[in-house]
């Protein structure tokens, strides 16, 4: 299993990136893919992921109405389109899925989207993501 993203810079606040996470190894209709940032000082958190099943979509209640995760299965790739980038969208950024498909990739709890950060087995390599103000 690989996955490599790529897509990161630095963009002025309000400005826009698309990142990119081209994947290899296992079956993407079948295996919960997302992505996930971690911010110097702060744990490793999820901010897009979407469920291998109908392709359910879930957002970082941060970045909902400004990211949006997609898949082109024929190209074996993830995209991340981020628009109106705030500061506090700086970090590393990575992709990464599960290793037994089990085509989910969080779970609703009392109406709150918890990220399974830690049941992700495979990750790429981060993309830095830096918002200038």
């Known amino acids: 299993v690989q996955l490599q993203a790529s897509g990161g810079g630095t963009v002025h606040s309000g400005g826009s990136l698309r990142l990119s996470c081209r994947t290899s190894?296992?079956?993407?209709?079948?295996?919960?893919i997302g992505w996930f940032r971690q911010a110097p000082g702060k744990e490793r958190e999820g901010v897009s992921c979407m469920d291998s099943h109908y392709g359910a979509t879930y957002y970082a209640d941060s970045v909902k109405g400004r990211f949006t995760i997609s898949r082109d299965n024929l190209e074996r790739t993830v995209y991340l389109q981020m628009d109106n980038l705030k500061p506090e969208d700086t970090a590393v950024y990575y992709c990464a899925t599960e290793g037994p498909p089990r085509g989910k990739c969080g779970s609703t709890s009392s109406g709150s989207f918890r990220f399974y950060v830690y049941q992700m087995d495979y990750w790429g390599k981060g993309t830095q993501v830096t918002v200038s103000s």
């Open positions: 190894g296992f079956a993407m209709d079948t295996h919960a």
